[in-house]
């Protein structure tokens, strides 16, 4: 099984430098799962993930990708 890798940090900084709090708030998750998910160490429910790309305005896969066995 490949990895999920994701844009969540660029995508914060070149949205007016939002902290990993601020996306928290948007989304319905703690700092610390935020955290988790942008090291790579957590992945997102669907839920999450889709909501994740709705407060950048991206397609899920811009977003995130899936890295290895297709």
Same mark, same amino acid.
């Not at 914060?12 to 430098?17: A, T």
């Given at each position: 099984?490949?990895?999920?890798?994701n844009?969540?940090?660029?995508?914060?900084?070149?949205?007016?430098?939002?902290? /990993? /709090?601020?996306?928290?708030? %948007?989304?319905?998750?703690?700092? /610390?799962?935020?955290?988790?998910?942008?090291?790579?160490?957590? !992945?997102? !429910?669907?839920?999450?993930? $889709?909501?994740? !790309?709705? #407060?950048f305005? %991206?397609?899920?896969? *811009? #977003? $995130?990708?899936? *890295?290895?066995? *297709?």
């Open positions: 099984m490949g990895a999920i890798t844009e969540i940090r660029r995508l914060r900084f070149e949205h007016g430098e939002m902290t /990993q /709090q601020e996306l928290a708030e %948007k989304i319905g998750v703690t700092r /610390q799962t935020v955290n988790a998910i942008e090291l790579g160490k957590y !992945s997102p !429910s669907l839920e999450a993930a $889709f909501r994740i !790309s709705a #407060v305005g %991206k397609p899920l896969e *811009s #977003v $995130f990708h899936h *890295s290895g066995d *297709s």
